[in-house]
């Protein structure tokens, strides 16, 4: 990323770039128990599928969202209802119902998929817990001919990006950063919507089948920065 000066920073040194805005805080989010029944952005181009290209639901409106920190998995840092059960976490409300109806836990795997059917030609369609997340973002400073960036660090299992309503791109290779070219989907000056829509399981799982914790969500930084048109 570009930090703006001309000789070596310390890391993480574009936390501090003019041309860097990290976008790490509270976002709102909302959780589906699958990806056919999952909102779609407002304002769509309809370009917007999910993973089996089924289309999406309707326009939706974020006032009743709950809010989530970003990063984060989101098996852990949802408040754990009383009289729940150790280390059952329900996840906050889809609709204005009083009882959570799904609880997403961590999930230790070695040997056996955590998720059934098994089809490695895509994920479980039956359940497959898919959350929307959104914030809003503004350009960093570019100059009259400079692009956009948006950057993810890391997103498990799988995710579909809009940026004002208009699909940018998918991404599922969950450890490693992704980044999306928004220039044209960018207004210069004011807000941009940026919703983020990620899936619990995804076709990529079946590589994921090995010794260790199975969580989901934007678990790593998020940015967006500016960078010369060259």
């Known amino acids: 990323m570009p930090i703006g000066r001309p000789r070596p920073q310390p890391l993480r040194s574009q936390d501090r770039s003019p041309f860097v805005k990290n976008l790490d805080g509270k976002w709102k989010w909302k959780w589906s128990p699958y990806p056919t029944v999952a909102p779609l952005p407002p304002h769509t181009n309809g370009s917007g599928l999910g993973l089996e290209g089924e289309p999406l639901a309707s326009a939706l409106v974020t006032d009743d969202w709950s809010e989530i920190e970003v990063p984060s998995n989101w098996q852990t840092c949802v408040q754990v209802e009383k009289n729940s059960s150790p280390g059952l976490a329900p996840l906050p409300l889809a609709s204005s119902s009083p009882t959570p109806a799904v609880v997403d836990v961590p999930i230790y795997t070695n040997i ?88 619990r399981w995804s076709d990529g799982s079946y590589f994921e089948d090995q010794d260790f914790w199975d969580m989901s969500g934007i678990f790593r930084s998020v940015a967006v920065y500016s960078v010369p048109n060259v």
């Open 112 to 199: 056996e998929y955590p998720f059934s059917p098994v089809d490695p030609r895509r994920p479980p369609p039956s359940y497959n817990l898919t959350v929307m997340y959104h914030t809003n973002l503004t350009r960093p400073p570019s100059g009259p001919s400079g692009n956009t960036i948006l950057r993810f660090e890391g997103v498990k299992s799988a995710f579909h990006v809009w940026v004002n309503g208009t699909l940018v791109g998918y991404a599922q290779d969950s450890f490693t950063p992704t980044e999306f070219q928004i220039t044209n989907e960018c207004v210069a000056f004011g807000t941009n919507s940026l919703f983020v829509r990620v899936y």
